[in-house]
């Protein structure tokens, strides 16, 4: 019986393996060849446009206002998540399985191109890099690194999904909502492997009742991730 679980359980894994991977595809194609942000005259229109990010006599960073702030806003989150899944890959927990190992370095190149599409694309409005805080997270305990993936992960469909509403441009629509169903790929395996064999990939703490994932205002998505940036992150100009 002991056998059957673990050869079900690496099933499982291998079966995430495969949605990643296919996924990993979608990404590179669509942020290393297939999105040129000169495609979405992003880059020129982002970089020139107002209400770009500023730093705050106290260090504190402004995302800034209008479409420009919601990007900042995202290219934040991206910073945090891949910053955290590069300390994971570089320092693995232990026992770390090759396919774990596989999966959580496809989320690192995941985040990797969305933060670095972010900052190439806001140009000069873009905020700095951020400080990031991880002395809460166990990176040697699997425990420890997948709940605080979750939680970046659970933070970050509900951020696209609560700022997406607040973004004028199409273009802008558009590119959020094709992250934002990368990052809940992400949500789903990372639950997937604290829980297998459970509903737990779509829970009824994330997705609600109408069979959506929940959103959450910009307000309430800074103060979640508060605790994991060490640079003070402000935006009084979003809604």
Avoid: W
């Amino acid at each position: 019986m002991q056998d059957y679980h673990q050869q079900s359980s690496q099933e499982s894994v291998s079966e995430r393996r495969k949605f990643l991977k296919f996924s990993s595809a979608a990404v590179v194609g669509m942020f290393a060849a297939g999105l040129d942000i000169s495609d979405l005259s992003l880059g020129d229109a982002l970089a020139a446009a107002p209400g770009g990010a500023r730093m705050a006599a106290d260090g504190s960073v402004e995302l800034g206002m209008g479409d420009t702030g919601i990007l900042n806003y995202a290219y934040a989150l991206e910073q945090l998540e891949a910053a955290f899944y590069t300390q994971v890959t570089r320092t693995p927990y232990r026992r770390m399985s090759s396919a774990e190992r596989h999966i959580l370095s496809d989320i690192r190149d995941h985040e990797i191109a969305h933060r670095d599409f972010f900052r190439a694309a806001l140009g000069r409005n873009a905020i700095p890099s951020l400080t990031v805080d991880f002395s809460k997270v166990d990176f040697g305990s699997r425990e420890s690194v997948l709940t605080t993936a979750r939680t970046f992960e659970d933070l970050g469909v509900a951020a696209y999904n609560g700022g997406g509403q607040y973004l004028k441009k199409p273009e802008y629509l558009l590119l959020a909502g094709k992250i934002v169903s990368v990052e809940a790929r992400h949500a789903a395996t990372i639950r997937d492997l604290i829980a297998p064999f459970s509903s737990a990939f779509a829970g009824d703490d994330v997705v609600g009742i109408g069979g959506l994932d929940e959103a959450k205002s910009p307000s309430e998505v800074l103060s979640a991730a508060k605790p994991f940036i060490r640079t003070p992150v402000t935006a009084p100009q979003l809604s």
